[in-house]
Every structure is written in structure tokens, then in C-alpha cells.
């Protein structure tokens, strides 16, 4: 049986190259005392040769660069806490697209991603405890799967939370940037030649975004004239089976009353309440999700790109590990994340071809000017 070749190492690269392995090393951490053209030769190589930096040797070095002591594990755990114990193994459909962003990115940073660990009926003793034991050194903790539960945040630890924390506890936090999403679906039904547009949050929702998505729409709401605005339908409880008639019933009195020609909703549910009652979508309304997932396939609505937040939340743990910053921030990071619009069959076709996304959309920029707002919100001033 043939032996499995050592994996490349900085020496390895460094020979391939031609050049020192502190340079290589130097290359690699992106010191700009390398020369451009010496630092491509060597990321290009270091690619090729299938280079995978270890965490805990770049941990080690941070920290003995500090003189500070140097922690023996360097694993990284998805802490979740759901009632349903079969939900560890087989995460939710809505959940799995976040859990695999985070495992492929730690995965190409060298980490091992714990996700047998699941925080429901376990107190925060018995967590740290398990944690410790599995050399956990970071922790992810994805806010739209924790149930009946306090979020965990253990001092020794670093944590990432995705999603609005809604404790005041600070916490470094990736999440989708809730208010310019909002703003970018008004933009696009605008275009669309929609002018009642209405709005359904469920309460979980709101918890999940403290408040940030129902607040965009408030302001985007003065966009319309005074006689086209309509009130916010929120306190929803999809999912709750003893509440889905009361639900179903509120929203159907609110929508007979408001009559919006189009709905932007956080819970896919709108669609069967509207189907119930007879109503055509979207022949006589249309309906867009303001996070598309499995559950609304074929649907208009903004793609906050869950895998791309499982991404962004294992690169700020891995960030604050190689520094050795570990514990309660002071000053929490948070970084948001901006979806882009997709046209789907819940809503009137475009009548012309949507531009590409991102920066290139045409119809929702990532921002507006000072040209734009004034226009919009302050004519008296323009």
C-alpha cells in the first residue's frame, strides 16, 4: 500500500519557486514587502500544488508573536439549539444552504466544523464543558436556528452569531442587509409598474432582523404618494398550527381592506392563504419573498445568498482567531451582506430583460445618492 504524499507545506511551495520559505510565508500572509509580481508566482503555485494553510500553526504563530499562551485545539463548532433532535444531523431545509457555506469555507481554511452539538435542554455549564472537551475554539451560532433557548456566548470563546442577535449581549455578526434588500424589492416592483405595495412579516422574522425590514419598508413607503401607502401586516405566526386560522383570517381582512396590488412577505404562507380564498397569483396579485429558500421555488423576491453568509461568518471567527481575540467584544464587528433581486413567476414579468446583478443591476444600485433621496423624500429641497 502506498504511502499518502505529505501534503504541501511553505518549504514545499518555497522550492517550487525558487525562493526562500519566509518570503513564501510572507507572500502568503499578503506582506506587502514582497513584490507583486514574486507574491502572484507564489499564490499561483501554492494553488496549484493544492496549498491549505493549517489554523492552528497560523494561531501559534499570531500568538507567539504576542507572547501570549498558545491554546492546543482549533476546532469550530455550528451550535444550533432545536427541539427536534433529528434537526442536528438533518438541519432544516431553510438552514442547510448557511450550514454548507460555513463547512466548505472551513474546510478550505483548514478548520474542522463541529456539527453533532446541539444546545437545546443542555445548560451553559454542560456546553462549555463540551465544547472544551472537542477543543472548540470558535463558535458559529446561526440566530434563525435557536429555539427556546438563551444564545449562547461563552467568554473563552469566540462567537459569530448570523442574523441580528437579540440579546443585548455584544456579538460579532454577519447578516443579510436586511434594509437595503427591502429597498432594492421596492426599486424592482416599482419597475414593474406596481403602486400598492404591501407588506406581511411573521413574528420570528421580526426578532430575526430586530426590526430592520419593517422599517425599510416604513421609509420606503414615503417613495409613494400619501394615498398609496398602506399599513404593515405583521405579527404572524406561520408554522404554529393552533394560530394558522387566526392568521389565515387577519391577513385575508387586511388584504380585502388595503387591496395592494403586490406584497412583499417574509413568510411563503401568504401564497396559501391567498390561494384559499380563490385569488390569482399573479394575475390579480403579485407576491415576492423577501429570503427565497427551498420553500418558495419559482418565486420573485431578493437571494441574500445563505451560503455567502456561512462563508462571511466563518471568516470573521477565523479573523479573530489568528489574532488571539477571543472572549465578549467591546466593539462588535457586524458585516451585511446585500441579496440581489430575482425575477421569478410570482410577480408580472419584466418588460425588458433584467440586467445582471450586484453592482451591475440597473434598476436597484447597491446605494442612492444625495440626488436620489432628494428627489424622492425632499423635493421642497431639490
Not at 504576542?66 to 463548532?77: D, E, F, I, Q
Not at 413568510?267 to 420553500?295: C, F, K, M, N, Q
Not at 453568509?309 to 464587528?333: Q, Y
Amino acid at each position: 500500500m502506498k504511502a499518502r504524499p505529505a501534503a504541501p507545506n511553505t518549504r514545499t511551495i518555497a522550492h517550487a519557486c525558487g525562493v526562500s520559505h519566509v518570503t513564501v510565508s510572507r507572500a502568503l500572509r499578503d506582506d506587502p514587502h514582497v513584490l507583486p509580481e514574486t507574491k502572484a508566482r507564489i499564490l499561483a503555485t501554492a494553488r496549484r500544488l493544492g496549498y491549505q494553510p493549517n489554523p492552528l500553526v497560523q494561531a501559534f504563530a499570531a500568538q507567539a508573536r504576542r507572547g501570549r499562551g498558545v491554546s492546543a485545539g482549533c476546532n469550530l463548532a455550528w451550535l444550533v439549539s432545536d427541539p427536534d433532535p433529528t434537526r442536528t444531523r438533518d438541519p432544516r431545509p431553510w438552514l442547510r444552504p448557511y450550514l454548507e457555506g460555513a463547512r466548505d469555507r472551513a474546510s478550505a481554511l483548514g478548520y474542522t466544523l463541529d456539527t453533532d452539538i446541539d444546545a437545546h435542554g443542555l445548560t451553559d455549564v454542560q456546553l462549555a464543558r463540551i465544547l472544551r472537551t472537542r477543543g472548540i475554539r470558535a463558535v458559529i451560532l446561526p440566530h434563525l436556528a435557536w429555539f427556546g433557548r438563551l444564545p449562547y456566548q461563552d467568554p473563552a470563546l469566540v462567537t459569530v452569531g448570523i442574523g441580528e442577535n437579540p440579546v443585548p449581549t455584544p456579538m460579532h455578526t454577519v447578516q443579510p442587509d436586511y434594509f437595503r434588500n427591502v429597498t432594492r424589492a421596492f426599486d424592482h416592483l416599482l419597475a414593474l409598474g406596481y403602486r400598492r405595495i404591501g407588506y406581511c412579516e411573521h413574528v420570528f422574522q421580526t426578532v430575526l432582523s430586530q426590526g430592520s425590514e419593517w422599517g425599510a419598508f416604513l421609509w420606503n413607503q414615503q417613495r409613494l404618494p400619501a394615498a398609496r401607502r398602506l399599513p404593515a401586516l405583521t405579527g404572524l405566526r406561520p408554522g404554529l398550527r393552533s394560530a394558522e386560522r387566526a392568521d389565515r383570517e387577519h391577513f385575508l381582512r387586511w388584504f380585502k381592506k388595503h387591496r395592494p396590488d403586490v406584497i412583499l412577505t417574509t413568510t411563503y404562507h401568504v401564497a396559501d392563504h391567498l390561494r384559499a380564498a380563490g385569488i390569482s397569483i399573479p394575475a390579480e396579485v403579485g407576491v415576492a419573498h423577501l429570503s427565497l429558500a427551498e420553500e418558495t421555488p419559482g418565486w420573485s423576491g431578493i437571494d441574500h445568498h445563505p451560503r455567502s453568509l456561512g462563508v462571511a461568518a466563518v471568516d470573521l471567527a477565523s479573523a479573530h482567531l489568528l489574532r488571539n481575540e477571543g472572549g465578549i467584544p467591546t466593539t462588535p464587528k457586524f458585516s451585511r451582506l446585500p441579496g440581489v433581486w430575482v425575477h421569478g413567476n410570482t410577480t408580472r414579468p419584466p418588460t425588458q430583460p433584467p440586467g445582471a446583478p450586484g453592482h451591475l443591476d440597473p434598476v436597484a444600485p447597491l446605494s442612492h445618492g444625495q440626488d436620489w433621496i432628494t428627489e424622492t423624500f425632499f423635493p421642497h429641497l431639490a
